[in-house]
């Protein structure tokens, strides 16, 4: 069966930090790529990162430049969204996809993991 799923998400305080993991199942993660998206209420979902096969990044919005970083770990079959020096404009459902190509739109991508809620609060 072939799925994606997501963990790590959860209220922090501004400042804080969080990882997220995206893990698949029924399929080798090492030969897609694997993108961050995040969606906020009453908002389009937003691509943030993604990294290739080979652990090349790309970052797409610099609102997460230098405080977001997505790494991999084929062994596991699991990538990671580590996020740092959260703030409440970080707040929405993130998602990973993964495909055959990074992109910073969503159409494209083969698999979604199902969503993971981040909140970020005092």
Known sequence: QLQVVESGGGLVQPGGSLRLSCQAFGFPLMNYV???FRQAPGK???GLLCISRTDYKINYVDSVKDRFTVSRENNKNTAYLQMNN???DDSAVYYCAIGAYCSAYPRGYDYWGQGTQVTVSA
Do not use: A, K
């Open 34 to 36: 694997i993108s961050w």
């Open 44 to 46: 389009e979902r937003e």
């Open 86 to 88: 959260l703030n409440v």
